[in-house]
């Protein structure tokens, strides 16, 4: 992997963006294969803690422990709290989450995707052990209401890498994905629009936010469907 030239940018500049093409051949994923993986967005739950501020966001999480080996195991789970003060709108709140699917944790393309993410966090450190934290994310824009990707703004993670991956999206128009330097310089500005493109981002040297989605045909709902996973060194 360390011989593809976006990845080296996630060294050099700290961001980088994976292309469906590449992103698809390094998983070997077709168009149907993310439609079915697409299937397990169809049964994400409301995420309680927008709802309070109008937005329609549902989710599901997972945390798992991954070695350099590529051994990969489920930790218990528990509530969800970001490190080091990182996300504003949620500082020092532990959240609770409905857990990813049996389906969704066995699918093959997950697995698939894990192991292309643990080789672009293994440019940036060398754990004995990465604490792996998976949130399938669909935003929806609906009636006048626009979708918010990213409701807490611009922030990060507090990890060491942090990752997005586009896996579905209909009738949306936005959700401008921006990296910002650490001085908060938009250093990067793209929207994922096509199912396999990837962004990820050293957290330690970035931040990131997401601009609002709504719909292009104000008569249907809009949807975006990311799935976003961070990769930290205990």
Request: with cysteine; proline share 10%; charged share 25%.
């Amino acid at each position: 992997m360390t011989d593809t030239p976006a990845l080296r940018n996630l060294t050099g500049s700290g961001y980088c963006l994976l292309r469906p093409e590449e992103t698809g051949r390094r998983l070997d994923a077709d168009p149907d294969r993310w439609a079915k993986f697409d299937r397990h967005w169809d049964d994400l739950v409301p995420d309680p803690y927008v709802e309070t501020a109008g937005v329609v966001r549902l989710r599901r999480y997972g945390h798992f422990g991954m070695r350099p080996t590529g051994e990969t195991a489920a930790r218990p789970h528990e509530g969800f709290l970001q490190p080091e003060a990182s996300n504003p709108l949620y500082l020092d709140q532990e959240r609770h989450f409905e857990p990813l699917t049996p389906d969704f944790a066995a699918d093959p393309l997950f697995a698939a995707v894990l192991g292309l993410l643990a080789e672009a966090a293994g440019l940036l450190a060398d754990p004995p052990e990465w604490t792996v934290k998976v949130h399938p994310f669909r935003v929806v824009a609906d009636g006048g209401r626009a979708g918010l990707p990213t409701p807490e703004g611009v922030h990060r993670d507090g990890v060491t890498l942090v990752s997005s991956l586009l896996v579905a999206r209909g009738n949306a128009a936005g959700g401008e994905s921006t990296v910002y330097d650490g001085e908060g310089t938009p250093v990067l500005s793209t929207v994922l629009d096509e199912p396999g493109t990837l962004l990820l981002g050293d957290d330690r040297r970035t931040l990131h936010g997401v601009s609002p989605v709504t719909p292009l045909d104000p008569g249907r709902p809009a949807y975006r469907d990311v799935l976003v996973v961070t990769f930290a060194a205990p």
